[in-house]
């Protein structure tokens, strides 16, 4: 069984990440190897926050200070970024998706009123994945193209899910069933490209 730390302690992001990868890889949180520092997002791209995210863990598991896990316990450290890009926004909201207007109803709200009436509503979610290991830092990237709603639509998800519908579907992400939007998600992609280089 493969140990990899996934730079994160976002709840949902965890559970995609651990029914995506592999049955052999055992995915552990921030949390399970006693790292509670706030990491702080100062990149300007996905690619720097993304790689700033895994670069702060892993240097903090080489300096040996989990109280859990060592560094020769695992096969990597990995961290994702990831960005909706609005064609009709420039790209916006991009590396600040997360926190565009604050918080996520705020945020969704904000695209909402950004595109109201625009007849453009092309749009795509765009994760970046950093993986470091033995001191070498590798990066993916996963794309899903789409459309934005004109109403929020479904329960499930989370962040921008109730408003992106992806190119082929007639459901927003929110409305999709998990194992689907896992099938096809930006986040999804991108780790379908990481599995065969751990």
């Known amino acids: 069984m493969k140990k990899l730390v996934f730079a994160s302690n976002n709840a949902h992001k965890l559970q995609e990440v651990r029914a995506i990868m592999p049955p052999d890889v055992e995915v552990l949180s921030l949390r399970d190897i006693g790292f509670h520092d706030e990491i702080e997002e100062t990149g300007t791209t996905l690619e720097a926050n993304s790689a700033l995210k895994a670069q702060t863990v892993y240097n903090w598991l080489e ?5 859990i896990v060592s560094l020769s316990d695992i096969a990597g450290v990995f961290a994702d970024d990831t960005g909706l890009e609005i064609d009709a926004l420039n790209g916006e909201p991009g590396v ?3 926190r565009w207007a604050g918080e996520p109803a705020a945020n969704r709200a904000k695209a909402l009123s950004e595109l109201k009436g625009n007849p453009n509503r092309g749009a795509q979610f765009r994760a970046v994945i ?7 830092m590798t990066q993916v990237e996963g794309i899903v193209r789409g459309q934005m709603a004109t109403e929020e639509r479904g329960e499930k998800g989370f962040g921008y899910d109730s408003l992106f519908i992806p190119s082929g579907y007639d459901k927003t992400f929110a409305q999709l069933p998990s ?9 999804g992609r991108a780790l379908a490209k990481l599995v065969p280089i751990l």
Do not use: V, W
């Open 179 to 187: 194992e689907t939007k896992n099938q096809i998600s930006h986040r």
């Open 63 to 67: 300096s040996q200070q989990s109280p």
């Open 130 to 136: 950093t993986l470091i290991q033995n001191g070498q």
């Open 96 to 98: 600040y998706t997360a």
